[in-house]
């Protein structure tokens, strides 16, 4: 069974701090992709890499950044947390490259900025 | 830039059909897919449909695609209190960078019993 973990289901943090949401796919997919997603706007795409070691901006990089050290793991970082970043934060992953485009996601978690 | 809209609320009673709507802009998207997100859960593929193709039938659902007017629907017979849920339209766009997708807003379905 395909299976895509992140690392809590909520998080509470304050304004300022660094914050580390860490995802793992257990498929060895080559695509992985960090969203948040909050009502009236569904899900918009943060970062996504494509390979290890590398990386591309989404529809909304700004105060993120991201991590593929390893194939199955990647790292959403907040440099410094602001309210504006209370949302939920989903992961997801896919394998290969065109045809039907299946990703799989996470269970999200749950970020609240104090 | 690409573009997908979804009504944000529609609720129907245990046994009626429901049908979710979704407009799009890139008509150049090769498959268009319908996610369904249950709560406290992640998002998980329901069904797609190929851009070439009018309708696909699955069971309880149905997938009806009109590339003329950009609008994809997904309708679900004999609607269960089960299916309450959101449901996101998704499409690829086509210069599809790693695989990227584009989201509706999602419409949330509530069923009463």
């Known amino acids: 069974d395909v299976k895509v973990t992140q690392s809590s289901r909520y998080l509470v943090k304050r304004t300022g701090e660094k914050v580390f949401l860490e995802c793992v796919q257990d498929?060895?997919?080559?695509?992985m992709f960090w969203y948040r997603q909050d009502p009236g706007l569904g899900l918009r795409l943060i970062y996504f890499?494509?390979?290890?070691?590398?990386?591309e901006k989404g529809d909304i990089p700004e105060g993120y950044s991201v991590s593929r050290e390893k194939k199955e793991r990647f790292s959403l970082i907040l440099e410094s947390a602001s309210t504006n970043q209370t949302s939920m934060y989903l992961c997801?992953?896919?394998?290969?490259?065109?045809?039907?485009?299946?990703?799989?996601f996470g269970p999200g978690t749950r970020l609240t900025v104090l | 830039g690409e573009d997908v809209e979804q009504s944000l609320f529609l609720s129907v009673r245990e046994g009626d059909s429901s049908v979710i709507n979704c407009t799009y802009t890139?008509?150049?998207?090769?498959?268009l897919y319908w996610y369904k997100q249950e709560p406290g859960a992640g998002l998980q593929l329901l069904t797609y449909?190929?851009?070439?193709?009018d309708m696909k039938q699955d069971q309880r659902l149905t997938v009806l695609l009109n590339k003329k007017d950009k609008h994809l629907s997904l309708r679900i017979a004999d609607t269960q209190t089960g299916d309450s849920a959101i449901y996101f339209c998704?499409?690829?766009?086509?210069?599809?960078?790693?695989?990227?997708?584009?989201f509706g807003q999602g419409t949330e379905l509530s069923v009463k019993p």
């Open positions: 997801a992953s896919r394998g290969g490259s065109g045809g039907r485009n299946e990703q799989f």
């Open positions: 498929m060895d997919h080559e695509n």
């Open positions: 890499s494509y390979d290890v070691k590398m990386k």
């Open positions: 890139d008509s150049s998207s090769t498959y």
């Open positions: 449909i190929f851009s070439n193709m």
């Open positions: 998704a499409e690829t766009p086509v210069y599809n960078q790693g695989g990227k997708l584009i």
